[in-house]
């Protein structure tokens, strides 16, 4: 489903930059190692001279004036080589920093990521407060367009970080800060907190959707719909069992009467692709595991255990796995 | 106190004969010297010991103690993250190992040791007899047992603090970190730097005022150099943590809102303070393994050191340039294009010092007669590792580049190069050095190949695929992983890395076991080496020098050494314990000073401080009671001892460099 994380492979145009710069700096970091090492060799073998482990270690008195004065004009080639090697990197460094920087533009679209622990808060902004969308632990973005991301953090210092699409980034709590990126190939990657954010850091994760810009612009306007009234029989049995047990007190469901803000929004919820911040696919036996005992699946997490008759747990499967 | 009155209390030299009467001090008497220096007998003894080498051996031995309970932690993490999805740890639980890994090797492993070393060593390589302050100097090192010991008593209560060595707020705050756990970082930390700011204070006095008259700040040794700057960085870093861990601890049991946002607080300030700390720190503990590796280098090159003044010049810009670096481990936190690239330019300008060291180092070998023992193995282990540290720090230096990898297993494959490279390596090659002048036996040869190539390979096993980790997408402190994100093959290498550099210990371990008992004996100078604690025997009698020699040149034994003659000071009194005191950058006598007897005070004190701030963590109603525990020791250990006729300094009636004597 989502593809293996990788720096170096990039999909966006930060992380292309960044790339590149890495494998500028590998090479010119490769050319010093080898140098230093056979300068290194070098010494040792030149006046090499076994001395048995019996023998006192003779100190000879006689340094060589004339290799003194080769030795320090060496050192200061080799000096003056590391100053024009560190300048070079400098400037290079300077020039992704620039790159990235030009990514920022006047019309770009505002997506707020809030980190919770130890799931996502996804809002796609719109000037008008009614296009808001709230939603949760994935990121949808158009190819080709420049897009700000503002970070924030409800609680503990996060870092909202998709290796494939650009550097990371933290989310401070009474703080914003904010990147630029561009994503440039469609497909699923995915993003990770990178700083660490307690008891349950290593399971805070999100699939990242790259789509064509119009396909991007179709999807984003269908996720401001309500939720999807369902006919079936079970799944109507489901959303009573959402409003009456305490599933409604942290969870949203727009259009319906859970209004919970504490968890993630789950209007759309069968339309993404993992559960519990990127930690299972979602299907709907995964999705039976996690409400029957969610502490299991991650320990320590903020959604308690809620004993569940099995009627009440396969209606609510059934109900969450049609919120298309 | 009168030129007159000091007449008459003390005789002129030489006057005493053979039994020793209280009345009448006794000068340059070598037979008196072990009973004026020597410990008491028995547990009260061993317990109110301050001669800076049992201090000095003590610190050694607990940190090597803490380095090897580090890297069982280690150990553990690594084969809980050999395959995807183990289960021998917790989440809870790995992230209390991961703490306890950064906290021990930092502050109970690395400093420590290298404090440990400087303790024991400088004052035989600037040839006085022991420390400015020698209580003080015990104090320091109960402080730090104690806190390391109660460090690992709360992991055993299930109390270990859990929120990395940084402890960042608002996680490591009241409201997400209800509990003892922080409130054991926040007390300990505090507690066990005042041991590393103790070292600094008395390291800096020694090294300034006590050196053998004659050294010069030029003829000073280039390891004592080190340790110099190593000091006055102490002096000025470990305040920030103390400063931040204060008001942390104020943040949890006294409401403040330092950094809580809610409250108008910051969290960002702690990683200011913090990694004001944090980043000198690394230099910290780097610059001690410089000066190790400077001291091997010469010795075993058989030549004095290329380039003195350029690896001085290094040392000074290292210590200078440290203090600019500490937003690097920042550049994530949304500081300013601008403010950052001064970080970076700073962050890439500090590989200049450490590359002319390396050049130097090189340039000495190179015009050398080198000899492949042990320690300049690790010379040679050194240079690999930490060139490829250096050049990984270099790149990280890099705002952009570092966005990518910051907070990946690339920083922790970075940072265990320059660390197991910069400082584990060369302390390796100093034990291999200086083992013989400690105990007086040699280090097995054979034994400490095994030891040198099993760690360079483990340690290369270990940390080399970490960087393929962190590219691929591995965030640090993570306990465990999917199968599916790929990272299964890496951490599998790494982890019997782990297991190649926890053989290279044990082989280490036996050597030191079985040499320390049967080791060849290794005389006065095993090495034929250049600088004063060699002159002594080994290990060296309790008051280091027989005579105190007069230096004139930078390799003392080396161009001094006319068959065992030496000019030496005379005129310091044997019946007490006297140092000569010296000035700073040209080291002409001034005077002579008394330095405390043993005393069971420091122990007394640090108690008194650990009531204080352990019972903190529980009950603030410890913190007055320990201040009167330790009040009283304090009592007790300024009481004073000396009066108007013998007080604990001399000026002595004539300069005693011109009463040098030539002596065998």
Redesign the interface.
């Known amino acids: 489903m989502?593809q293996?994380?990788?720096?170096?492979d990039p999909a966006g145009a930060?992380?292309a930059?960044?790339a590149s710069?890495?494998w500028f700096?590998f090479a010119i970091?490769t050319v010093?190692?080898i140098g230093?090492?056979v300068?290194?060799a070098?010494?040792?073998v030149?006046?090499?001279?076994a001395?048995p482990?019996a023998e006192?270690?003779?100190?000879?008195?006689r340094?060589?004036d004339a290799?003194?004065k080769r030795?320090?004009r060496?050192?200061g080639i080799?000096?003056a080589t590391?100053?024009a090697i560190?300048i070079v990197?400098?400037a290079?460094?300077?020039g992704?920093?620039r790159a990235?920087?030009r990514l920022a533009t006047e019309d770009g679209a505002e997506i707020e990521i809030v980190g919770v622990?130890w799931w996502w808060e996804v809002r796609y902004l719109d000037s008008l407060p009614s296009r808001v969308v709230r939603t949760a632990n994935e990121l949808h973005l158009p190819a080709g367009r420049s897009v700000r991301l503002k970070l924030r953090s409800r609680?503990?210092?996060h870092?909202f970080?998709a290796?494939n699409l650009?550097?990371?980034?933290?989310m401070?709590?009474?703080?914003e800060?904010?990147i630029w990126v561009r994503a440039d190939r469609p497909g699923t990657y995915?993003a990770?907190?990178?700083?660490?954010?307690?008891?349950?850091?290593?399971r805070m994760a999100m699939a990242v959707v790259i789509h064509e810009a119009p396909e991007y612009d179709a999807w984003l306007e269908s996720l401001r719909a309500p939720a999807r009234i369902q006919s079936d029989s079970l799944a109507i049995a489901g959303a009573a069992a959402f409003v009456r047990l305490p599933c409604a007190a942290c969870h949203m469901i727009r259009g319906t009467d859970a209004l919970g803000q504490a968890g993630p929004d789950l209007t759309h919820f069968a339309r993404r692709l993992t559960i519990a911040a990127g930690e299972l696919p979602n299907t709907p036996a995964n999705l039976s595991a996690w409400l029957a005992n969610p502490q299991a699946i991650k320990?320590?997490n903020h959604m308690p255990n809620v004993s569940l008759s099995p009627a009440d747990l396969s209606a609510l499967v059934a109900y969450l796995s049609g919120l298309q | 106190m009168t030129g007159e009155q000091q007449a008459a209390t003390e005789p002129t030299p030489g006057v005493g004969g053979d039994r020793h009467d209280p009345s009448t001090p006794r000068y340059d008497d070598v037979s008196q010297l072990h009973d004026t220096w020597s410990t008491p007998p028995g547990i009260i003894g061993w317990l109110s010991a301050v001669n800076h080498r049992t201090v000095g051996l003590r610190f050694i031995i607990t940190a090597f103690v803490f380095l090897l309970l580090g890297g069982l932690l280690a150990l553990v993490m690594r084969l809980q993250l050999m395959s995807p999805d183990s289960a021998i740890l917790?989440?809870?639980r790995y992230?209390q190992f991961f703490t306890l890994h950064g906290v021990t090797m930092m502050f109970l492993f690395a400093v420590p040791m290298a404090e440990g070393f400087a303790i024991y060593v400088t004052p035989l390589l600037i040839g006085t007899r022991d420390m400015a302050f020698p209580r003080l100097n015990a104090f320091g090192y109960y402080v730090y047992l104690i806190g390391g010991v109660a460090l690992y008593v709360s992991l055993f209560l299930d109390v270990a603090p859990d929120?990395?060595w940084f402890n960042?707020p608002?996680?490591s705050g009241k409201?997400?970190s209800p509990g003892a756990r922080i409130d054991v970082y926040t007390t300990i930390i505090t507690f066990v730097e005042v041991s590393a700011l103790v070292a600094a204070v008395e390291l800096v006095a020694t090294i300034f005022k006590q050196r053998a008259p004659g050294m010069s700040l030029s003829r000073m040794p280039l390891f004592v150099w080190a340790i110099l700057i190593t000091s006055l960085m102490i002096l000025f870093a470990m305040p920030g943590v103390i400063v931040a861990s204060v008001m942390l601890a104020l943040d949890r049991m006294a409401d403040t809102h330092f950094f809580v946002?809610?409250g108008g607080?910051?969290?960002?300030l702690w990683q200011h303070l913090f990694w004001w700390f944090g980043h000198p720190e690394v230099y910290i503990i780097l610059v001690p393994g410089l000066g190790f590796i400077s001291s091997i280098v010469t010795?075993?090159s058989?030549?004095?050191m290329?380039?003195y003044t350029?690896i001085v010049l290094s040392l000074i810009a290292t210590g200078i340039i440290s203090f600019g670096l500490w937003v690097h481990h920042m550049f994530?936190?949304?500081v300013p294009?601008l403010g950052s690239?001064f970080f970076?330019?700073a962050s890439?300008?500090i590989?200049?010092p450490a590359?002319?060291q390396?050049?130097?180092w090189?340039?000495t070998?190179?015009?050398?007669?080198?000899?492949?023992r042990t320690p300049l193995l690790f010379v040679?282990g050194f240079?690999?590792v930490f060139?490829?540290g250096g050049?990984?720090g270099?790149?990280v230096?890099?705002?952009?580049?570092?966005?990518?990898?910051?907070?990946?297993y690339f920083v922790v494959a970075h940072l265990h190069y320059v660390l197991f490279g910069g400082m584990v390596f060369p302390t390796f090659g100093a034990f291999y050095y200086w083992f013989p002048k400690i105990v007086g036996r040699m280090l097995s040869?054979r034994l400490g190949k095994w030891n040198f190539w099993l760690l360079l390979i483990g340690f290369n096993v270990t940390f080399f695929p970490m960087h393929q980790l962190?590219?691929?997408?591995m965030?640090?402190?993570?306990?465990?992983?999917d199968d599916?994100?790929?990272w299964g093959a890496e951490n599998l290498i790494a982890t019997v890395g782990s297991w190649i550099v926890a053989a290279g210990m044990l082989v280490f371990i036996v050597n030191v076991i079985r040499s320390w008992r049967n080791g060849e004996v290794a005389g006065d100078d095993p090495?034929?080496a250049?600088s004063l604690e060699w002159l002594t025997p080994s290990p060296p009698p309790q008051y280091n020098f027989a005579h105190i020699p007069v230096i004139s040149s930078r390799w003392p034994l080396?161009d001094q050494d006319r068959a065992g003659v030496y000019d030496v000071v005379s005129g310091i009194r044997s019946d007490r314990r006297e140092v000569v005191v010296t000035s700073a950058i040209e080291a002409d006598v001034q005077g002579l000073s008394v330095l405390a007897r043993p005393s069971l005070t420091p122990l007394a004190l640090a108690l008194g401080c650990s009531v204080a701030f352990v019972g903190a963590i529980w009950s603030l109603i410890w913190v007055p009671v320990g201040a009167v525990l330790a009040y009283l020791a304090m009592a007790v250990w300024h009481w004073p001892v000396h009066d108007e006729r013998t007080p604990p300094w001399r000026t002595p009636e004539r300069d005693p460099r011109l009463d040098s004597t030539e002596s065998t």
């Open positions: 989502m293996v994380q990788s720096a170096l930060g992380s930059s960044i710069l890495w700096m970091g010093v190692f230093v090492m300068a290194t070098w010494a040792f030149r006046h090499r001279r001395t482990a006192p270690l003779a100190f000879d008195k340094v060589d290799d003194d030795a320090s060496v050192v080799a000096a590391t100053v560190l990197t400098f290079l460094s300077l992704t920093s990235n920087a622990q609680d503990v210092i870092s970080w290796p650009h550097g990371k980034m933290d401070i709590p009474g703080r800060n904010t995915r990770q907190c990178a700083e660490f954010c307690g008891l349950q850091h290593t320990p320590g | 917790s989440a809870d992230n929120a990395g960042y608002t996680l409201t997400y946002p809610s607080g910051d969290p960002l010795v075993f058989r030549r004095p290329f380039g350029a994530t936190t949304g294009e690239s970076t330019a890439m300008l590989a200049i590359g002319v390396i050049f130097c090189i340039a070998i190179w015009g050398g007669r080198p000899v492949l040679i240079i690999i060139v490829i050049i990984s270099v790149m230096a890099s705002v952009q580049f570092d966005s990518q990898v910051h907070d990946t040869e962190g590219f691929k997408g965030p640090r402190r993570v306990y465990s992983y599916a994100m790929g090495w034929n250049d080396w």
